[in-house]
Each structure stands twice: as structure tokens, then as C-alpha cells.
């Protein structure tokens, strides 16, 4: 993935990302992070290409390398000692229209279809294969950036 095309895709991500947060969809996500425990949850948020790159990014921004093994199943985005999303702001599409009851409920496909059609044509064009779990998906990011 070239530079150019890997820049173009974040900014798409992120543009798609921002235009969610206008839909006037009723949701309020404080952060509880239960969602963010997915062997408690038993559901793992799953990322287009693009997403990861931007995920990767963001978390490589704090000065992590790595992913840290997390075997109790909790996302490895998630700081141990403060509970909170290390990458909030860039938190893919899935942790934004989840299933959480606490933040509203999972949001209808249909209300918004065409981003989600907008992520899957990035994926395409960057050479991905699909939707891959959280920690896939950044993991292969992150070796490529
Ligand atoms: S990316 Fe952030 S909001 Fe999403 S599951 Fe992981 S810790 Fe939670």
C-alpha cells in the first residue's frame, strides 16, 4: 500500500466516521467500555482495511508499538490501569454502532448503509479481503506502517 493510498484512505475513514457522528441517530456512548470485553460480550467489533489503518495509526501515535496479548479476551485498544479507549477519537465504525444497550442499542443497517458501502469500497480498493476482527486487522496494519 503506498503512502498516497494509505493517507487518502485515512482521511476517507475518518471523513465517514465524522459524518456518522452528524446523523441525527440518538446514541450516547459514556465510555462504560463493557462493549470493549469481548469474551464477556462474546461479540468482537470487526474492521475494513481502512479502519485498521486508521486504528494502527492512532494507536501507534501513543507510542506503542505492538499489540499486547490480551487471552481474557479484552480489546488490546483498551488501557488496563485507566479503563479507557486509547484511541477513542479514531475507535472504529463498529465500536461507534454497536449493539451496547447502555449507549442506545445497535444502530440500523439501513440508517447507514452507505457508509458502511463507502468503508467496504475502501477496503477494496486498498486490496483487502473483508471485514477481520479488531485485533487482525490492526495487527496487519501495524507491520505495514
Ligand atoms: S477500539 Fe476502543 S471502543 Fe472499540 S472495543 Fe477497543 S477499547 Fe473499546
Same mark, same amino acid.
Given at each position: 500500500m503506498s503512502?498516497?493510498?494509505?493517507?487518502?484512505?485515512?482521511e476517507e475513514v475518518s471523513q465517514i466516521y465524522a459524518e456518522l457522528a452528524q446523523r441525527p441517530i440518538l446514541r450516547n456512548c459514556t465510555?462504560? +467500555?463493557?462493549?470493549?470485553?469481548?469474551?464477556? $460480550?462474546?461479540? +468482537?467489533?470487526?474492521? $475494513?482495511?481502512?479502519? %485498521?489503518v486508521v486504528a494502527a @495509526?492512532?494507536? @501507534?501515535?501513543?507510542?506503542?508499538?505492538?499489540?499486547?496479548k490480551?487471552?481474557? %479476551?479484552?480489546?488490546?485498544?483498551?488501557? @488496563?490501569?485507566?479503563?479507557?479507549?486509547?484511541?477513542?477519537?479514531?475507535?472504529?465504525? %463498529?465500536?461507534?454502532?454497536h449493539f451496547c444497550a447502555a449507549a442506545g442499542g445497535p444502530v440500523a443497517r439501513r440508517e447507514v448503509l452507505d457508509l458502511i458501502r463507502r468503508l467496504e469500497k475502501i477496503?477494496?480498493?486498498?486490496? %483487502?479481503?473483508?471485514?477481520?476482527?479488531?485485533?487482525a486487522a490492526v495487527a496487519d496494519a501495524l507491520e505495514k506502517i
Open positions: 503512502p498516497k493510498k494509505s493517507q487518502s484512505a485515512v465510555r462504560l +467500555t463493557e462493549c470493549c470485553h469481548f469474551k464477556l $460480550t462474546g461479540r +468482537t467489533p470487526y474492521l $475494513t482495511k481502512g479502519e %485498521g @495509526r492512532a494507536f @501507534r501515535a501513543t507510542g506503542r508499538k505492538s499489540l499486547p490480551n487471552p481474557d %479476551g479484552i480489546c488490546p485498544m483498551l488501557h @488496563r490501569q485507566s479503563g479507557a479507549c486509547l484511541i477513542y477519537h479514531d475507535r472504529p465504525f %463498529g465500536c461507534r454502532t477496503d477494496v480498493d486498498l486490496g %483487502g479481503n473483508g471485514p477481520r476482527t479488531l485485533q
